[in-house]
């Protein structure tokens, strides 16, 4: 398999860690989009789970991509967020950042907002589309899907973004490490 043809290794890390959080929710539909695409291969990323271990760096490190399920709490993004991002740093380094954002009436976006030059320092690459669900609990049914079509065209445009600067990062990356001019 040629480095172009290699999966994509997806993180989709859920950033919110309080009880009663809707973010498994949002994360599964989103990983769920991200798993019908073959050129993906997802690592569900809980920070409920994973804690602020080795294990969170690790599977950032191994990443090519990485997609932030993040609430808006106080018109930012979580704590513990912020702290898992904190004891991570070299392993965010140019690797394409995507963010599925839910809240109230901002949907999240100010969470993203403050994301971004978190993730800028990091040497990540924050990309400019965004999936946003405003009052999140009313816009998911039953079953855990979005009721609203748009929400899937935005995540088709989210991964297609993801896609193209996953591959173009990993291929610099691999050229900058062997030597080879980027």
Do not use: C
């Given at each position: 398999?040629?480095?172009?043809?290699d999966?994509?290794?997806?993180?989709?890390?859920?950033?919110?860690?309080?009880?009663g959080?809707?973010?498994?929710?949002v994360?599964?539909?989103?990983?769920?989009?991200?798993?019908?695409?073959?050129?993906f291969?997802?690592d569900?990323?809980?920070?409920?789970?994973?804690?602020?271990?080795?294990?969170?760096a690790?599977?950032?490190?191994?990443?090519?991509?990485v997609?932030?399920?993040?609430?808006?709490?106080?018109?930012?993004?979580?704590?513990?967020l912020?702290?898992?991002l904190?004891?991570?740093?070299?392993?965010w380094?140019?690797k394409?950042?995507?963010?599925?954002?839910y809240?109230?009436?901002?949907g999240?976006?100010?969470?993203?907002?403050?994301?971004?030059?978190?993730?800028?320092?990091?040497?990540?690459?924050?990309?400019?589309?965004?999936?946003?669900?405003?009052?999140?609990?009313?816009?998911?049914d039953?079953?855990?899907?979005?009721?609203?079509?748009?929400?899937?065209?935005?995540?088709?445009?989210?991964?297609?973004?993801?896609a193209?600067?996953?591959?173009?990062?990993?291929?610099?990356?691999?050229?900058?490490a062997?030597?080879?001019?980027?």
């Amino acid at each position: 398999m040629t480095e172009s043809a290699d999966p994509i290794r997806l993180a989709v890390v859920t950033g919110s860690v309080r009880d009663g959080r809707f973010g498994p929710v949002v994360a599964a539909w989103f990983a769920a989009h991200a798993r019908r695409r073959p050129e993906f291969s997802v690592d569900d990323v809980d920070l409920i789970e994973t804690g602020l271990d080795a294990g969170f760096a690790e599977r950032i490190g191994a990443a090519d991509a990485v997609v932030i399920v993040t609430p808006e709490y106080n018109h930012s993004f979580p704590g513990p967020l912020k702290t898992a991002l904190d004891a991570s740093g070299g392993e965010w380094r140019d690797k394409p950042v995507g963010f599925v954002a839910y809240g109230g009436l901002s949907g999240g976006l100010r969470a993203v907002e403050h994301l971004r030059p978190v993730l800028a320092e990091l040497h990540a690459v924050g990309l400019r589309d965004t999936v946003s669900f405003h009052g999140a609990a009313a816009a998911f049914d039953a079953t855990g899907r979005p009721r609203e079509e748009v929400a899937d065209a935005a995540a088709t445009v989210l991964l297609d973004a993801l896609a193209w600067w996953a591959r173009t990062l990993r291929r610099a990356r691999i050229e900058h490490a062997t030597g080879s001019p980027a």
